[in-house]
């Protein structure tokens, strides 16, 4: 077996903690229609998706051998998609607190000039996402401006928001996790001051959001 890494582990115990409500989030996601039954099958999902984070299998091989079990139990959904959004969401806030905890250990990544003209605070972290091909237009609309610059959140405001699931796409929010289950956003980092302009020359140009 693979030897895990801090980022697995955290993806780990967040499966172990959220396993359940991420399930239910996805069963009820207002862009799916799984069958109501499915949820008798929480258990054996749960289990497919443990074995996953522990061996590192990519959500394509465990959707496939998903799939082939549940078919024998009738169910004819789209596996890959159950076990790459549950995948991806333990991981993204497993992601997510392997660079927390960087940021803690690494002196503050804004100079406080930068701080005062983006009107945040001190303690401020800013984050933002990138939406691959293919992403729909509600999440490109939420996290990249018009000429695919990445937007600016301040981790609080993103942290706080609820849940998407039962929401239309145009009332969507924000996420740490994922915002649309199997659309193609990456994982939400920590904007860099220094790092990621140089990547994104117009990153820190706009306004700070607040949707
Ligand atoms: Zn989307």
């Given amino acids: ?10 993806a ?30 929480e258990e054996e999902i749960y289990r497919w998706v443990i074995k996953a984070i522990l061996q ?7 959707g496939r051998l998903l799939a082939n079990q549940m078919r024998r139990k009738g169910y004819n959904c789209d596996f890959e998609l159950v076990a790459g959004t ?8 497993g992601q997510w607190r392997y660079q927390i905890e960087s940021v803690r250990t ?7 000039e930068f701080i005062k003209k983006k009107g945040i605070r001190k303690e401020d972290l800013l984050v933002y996402k990138l939406v691959y091909k ?15 610059t990445p937007k600016l959140y301040t981790e609080d405001f993103v942290r706080n928001q609820s849940t998407n699931y039962d929401k239309k796409p145009n009332e969507w929010k924000p996420q740490i996790g994922l915002v649309h289950p199997g659309c193609t956003e990456g994982g939400i980092k920590i904007a860099r001051l220094g ?17």
Wanted: glycine share 6%.
């Fill in 1 to 10: 077996m693979p030897e895990m890494t801090k980022i697995d582990s955290y």
């Fill in 12 to 41: 780990m115990q967040h499966a172990r903690e959220y396993g359940h409500d991420c399930f239910i989030r996805l069963l009820l996601h207002s862009s799916f229609k799984f069958p109501e039954t499915l949820i008798d099958e």
């Fill in 56 to 62: 590192r299998q990519g959500s394509r091989t465990v």
């Fill in 86 to 93: 549950l995948i991806g969401e333990h991981y993204s806030w």
């Fill in 106 to 112: 690494h002196s503050t990544y804004y100079s406080d």
């Fill in 134 to 148: 293919y992403g729909c237009k509600h999440c490109r609309q939420i996290w990249l401006h018009k000429d695919g």
């Fill in 195 to 211: 790092i990621d302009n140089l990547t994104y020359p117009k990153i820190f140009d706009c306004d700070v959001q607040d949707r």
